[in-house]
């Protein structure tokens, strides 16, 4: 039996487990995003690392907010939002968003369709209308169908076992 084998921890998902669950979930490395919208107390951010592509045709894709969030119910209830795929070079965005919603004071920040606030210098930017909302759990699950995208080339930020790094194409 090799070294791997013999450190293999085995559970069930409950609340004796919880932090457990939590850790496994976390050895799926995934990249970072911050998704925008405009809310009734001007433009809103957060940053999130549960998007993923849905449908080529029609164009979907998703995420996933947090009803424990603060900022929940404007995203549940957004018309229309953006998701920026953050370059590698974008960590300070990430952990601006993670912490402030509200502050836009930003260099470069133009809006977008449904007068939502767009971010400069992602690797791809998605700006969607709100196609549908599912509950998820203490999530919810926001499809949004794409209007309009831009992408660069670059880098990518990700997030792997509660730290950041490098996604590199090659």
Not at 57 to 67: C, E, F, Y
Not at 135 to 148: E, K, L, M, S, T
Not at 150 to 157: E, F, K, S
């Amino acid at each position: 039996m090799d070294g791997a084998a013999m450190n293999e921890q085995v559970f069930s998902p409950d609340a004796a487990h919880e932090r457990d669950f939590r850790d496994a979930l976390g050895r799926f490395a995934t990249g970072v995003t911050v998704v925008t919208t405009h809310s009734d107390k001007g433009p809103l951010g957060i940053t999130a690392n549960s998007f993923a592509a849905l449908s080529l045709d029609p164009p979907l894709v998703m995420w996933a907010p947090g009803r424990f969030s603060r900022r929940f119910k404007a995203f549940e209830a957004a018309g229309h939002f953006a998701i920026h795929v953050l370059a590698e070079d974008q960590l300070w965005l990430a952990r601006h968003f993670a912490t402030d919603g509200l502050d836009f004071a930003l260099d470069g920040v133009t809006t977008g369709l449904g007068e939502v606030p767009l971010l400069p210098g992602c690797l791809a930017r998605f700006e969607c209308r709100r196609h549908a909302v599912h509950p998820g759990g203490d999530h919810a699950i926001v499809v949004g169908a794409v209007q309009r995208l831009q992408t660069r080339a670059g880098a990518g930020l990700s997030f792997f076992s509660g730290h950041y790094g490098r996604i590199d194409a090659g």
